[in-house]
């Protein structure tokens, strides 16, 4: 028997969550068979901080930074954006979240026979509006076809290509950092959800918040670089995910103010109904930051200035003692419980 | 009305089949809209060469070579390899004819609900096996699940990542060159177009050629460089699409004498039953070379002593008067032909 119970004998759609699952899955079949030199290029940083973006040290001392994503939400188009939008910002913000400038990007869609050309037309069209804006360069793709019935619709998947001073690889979280969410969560989430749901997303007031987080980064990693020690776009799984993560890797306890976290009403209201907790909802324009205690109020100020009026100082970092790598979230009735990486089977084909 | 009549209303085989289709379709969609400014980062090539590859200089005059390519071969497994083998294969080899040591991948997986994890790992391990052997680092990627009935099985991307002394970018072919090709044509497309037409590969003699160029590339770029006008590794489309995208590009008319074109007997078998050119089936092993005249025959020994013994010199370039960009086809009868570069639909998922 090759296979632990918990992974099974199939794929599940928990698989691809990007939680606990994906995990398991991916250091059972992938890392524990890497040896170390196998696992970064030229001296950089990739697969040792298990991430979609590695870096690879340029000559003069800078940082090219690479990442990979796969793009398959469905449906394409929504409130806010459609898959080629998001799958530009999208690599564009895994660039900008590790502290570099993105200059390129490279593309490779693959389509179903039969789809409809002024869709792909619409698509291709949002990703280049989103590059013209950005001054990100398109320096390659492929494009795939494949036969009718055998692919819903179409995937993207993008490379984005940055260059930086001093990548953000590590998470640096310490005791006493305040952690600041830069704008209302799960609005991406929310609204692909009910679009599945059947639910007329404009109808309720959602919208994705889909759209690139280099205007605020990148001024913040020059202006405040060294007192960032930590930073992440909470996309699959969200800030639950998120902020679980950083907790595990540093061994710390974080504890959120679950009234300090920004939340529209229409997501909280989709969220109450269907019972599904907003914090484990996707956002795709929307900075998590652990920042140092000292220049934390400085540093809120700034990030409002650049446009994220509702950023908010939302939680803590402790020292782990008896319990290390665990969140507590604070709840509104003044009760405190363990905010739980999110796992099992949620949405799928949520980016 | 949007459209020109050829692309029609809906996406068709033939525009993922690497052909003219795909050329118009990508040069309406994305090329022409691209600012001069769009194409490349940082002074690299970039889309201005319409290639999945691309470079970026680096400080000390370098170059990193980057790659991007989707497979979605079906079946996944064959004679010769697998989904995994040939997605780690293809990248590098695309960076290894750019004339770069590959040093790094990116994959992102997409896979159904329900697929066996017996299957993905063997999938994984094959990548992970072709990695170790050329000493390339995997340093990053994602992975995506897709509800079961939404893709049929798995679709990889891959990214490959070099580094290169002077890449070999444009096709500079010159009249007077000699065309090498370096094994025999066609095995892989034929391997994977008899499984999809339920025709036994194995027992045909058939199998696919899928593997890495490094063993040839690397040694070759470094004694001959500047010997080398031109590289390409005939995937799909195989030789007459390769052969057509150079004589199209410098304006020049390649001759090829069909007679020396190395070909096992059970692809030329194979081809004649079904009435299809082995001229235009993918090569996943072999290398185009486009060599000045003056070393042709030395660079063939030299190629034949790295392990490619049925290396052989196919053709020569001349100058396009009358015609440009046309090549033709010194037939076994002794007759010349226009070799059409391939179009319409093709075998789909060949790669």
Same mark, same amino acid.
């Given at each position: 028997?090759?296979?632990?119970?918990?992974?099974?004998?199939?794929?599940?759609?928990?698989?691809?969550?990007?939680?606990? +699952?994906?995990? *398991?899955?991916?250091?059972?079949?992938? $890392?524990?068979? =890497?040896? %170390?030199?196998?696992?970064?290029?030229? @001296? &950089?940083?990739?697969?040792?901080?298990?991430?979609?973006?590695?870096?690879?040290?340029?000559?003069?001392?800078?940082?090219?930074?690479?990442?990979?994503?796969?793009?398959?939400?469905?449906?394409?188009?929504?409130?806010?954006?459609?898959?080629?939008?998001?799958?530009?910002?999208?690599?564009?913000?895994?660039?900008?979240?590790?502290?570099?400038?993105?200059?390129?990007?490279?593309?490779?869609?693959?389509?179903?026979?039969?789809?409809?050309? +002024?869709?792909? *037309?619409?698509?291709?069209?949002?990703? $280049?509006?989103? =590059?013209? %804006?950005?001054?990100?360069?398109?320096? @390659? &793709?492929?494009?795939?076809?494949?036969?009718?019935?055998?692919?819903?619709?179409?995937?993207?998947?993008?490379?984005?290509?940055?260059?930086?001073?001093?990548?953000?690889?590590?998470?640096?979280?310490?005791?006493?950092?305040?952690?600041?969410?830069?704008?209302?969560?799960?609005?991406?989430?929310?609204?692909?959800?009910?679009?599945?749901?059947?639910?007329?997303?404009?109808?309720?007031?959602?919208?994705?918040?889909?759209?690139?987080?280099?205007?605020?980064?990148?001024?913040?990693?020059?202006?405040?670089?060294?007192?960032?020690?930590?930073?992440?776009?909470?996309?699959? @799984? &969200?800030?639950?995910?998120?902020?679980?993560?950083?907790?595990?890797?540093?061994?710390?306890?974080?504890?959120?103010?679950?009234?300090?976290?920004?939340?529209?009403?229409?997501?909280?209201?989709?969220?109450?109904?269907?019972?599904?907790?907003?914090?484990?909802?996707?956002?795709?324009?929307?900075?998590?930051?652990?920042?140092?205690?000292?220049?934390?109020?400085?540093?809120?100020?700034?990030?409002?200035?650049?446009?994220?009026?509702?950023?908010?100082?939302?939680?803590?970092?402790?020292?782990?003692?008896?319990?290390?790598?665990?969140?507590?979230?604070?709840?509104?009735? @003044? &009760?405190?419980?363990?905010?739980?990486?999110?796992?099992?089977?949620?949405?799928?084909?949520?980016?």
């Amino acid at each position: 028997m090759r296979w632990r119970p918990s992974l099974g004998g199939s794929v599940l759609l928990a698989h691809g969550a990007g939680g606990r +699952e994906t995990g *398991e899955l991916l250091q059972h079949m992938l $890392l524990s068979k =890497l040896a %170390e030199s196998m696992k970064r290029a030229l @001296g &950089g940083y990739g697969t040792d901080v298990l991430d979609d973006g590695a870096t690879i040290p340029l000559p003069d001392g800078r940082h090219l930074v690479l990442s990979v994503d796969s793009y398959t939400v469905n449906p394409i188009f929504f409130p806010g954006g459609d898959i080629g939008k998001l799958a530009a910002t999208g690599s564009i913000n895994d660039i900008a979240m590790m502290g570099a400038r993105p200059v390129a990007l490279m593309d490779s869609i693959v389509v179903e026979e039969g789809f409809p050309l +002024e869709d792909l *037309e619409k698509i291709m069209d949002s990703m $280049l509006a989103v =590059l013209r %804006e950005e001054g990100v360069a398109l320096i @390659g &793709g492929d494009l795939k076809v494949m036969p009718q019935g055998q692919l819903d619709k179409i995937v993207i998947t993008t490379v984005g290509i940055g260059v930086a001073e001093r990548p953000i690889v590590d998470v640096g979280l310490r005791p006493g950092d305040k952690i600041i969410v830069t704008g209302p969560v799960g609005e991406h989430g929310a609204t692909i959800m009910a679009l599945q749901h059947g639910i007329g997303a404009e109808a309720e007031g959602l919208q994705s918040d889909c759209r690139p987080l280099t205007g605020l980064m990148l001024p913040l990693v020059e202006r405040y670089g060294e007192h960032i020690h930590a930073a992440q776009d909470p996309t699959r @799984g &969200g800030l639950a995910m998120a902020l679980n993560d950083w907790a595990s890797k540093t061994g710390t306890v974080v504890v959120v103010d679950e009234k300090r976290v920004p939340l529209r009403e229409p997501v909280r209201a989709y969220s109450e109904m269907l019972g599904i907790d907003p914090l484990s909802l996707a956002c795709e324009g929307v900075a998590l930051l652990g920042v140092a205690p000292e220049s934390a109020e400085e540093v809120l100020e700034y990030v409002r200035t650049l446009g994220f009026q509702d950023a908010e100082i939302i939680g803590e970092v402790y020292k782990g003692e008896r319990h290390k790598g665990v969140v507590l979230l604070r709840t509104r009735t @003044g &009760g405190l419980r363990i905010l739980e990486p999110p796992s099992g089977e949620l949405v799928p084909r949520i980016c």
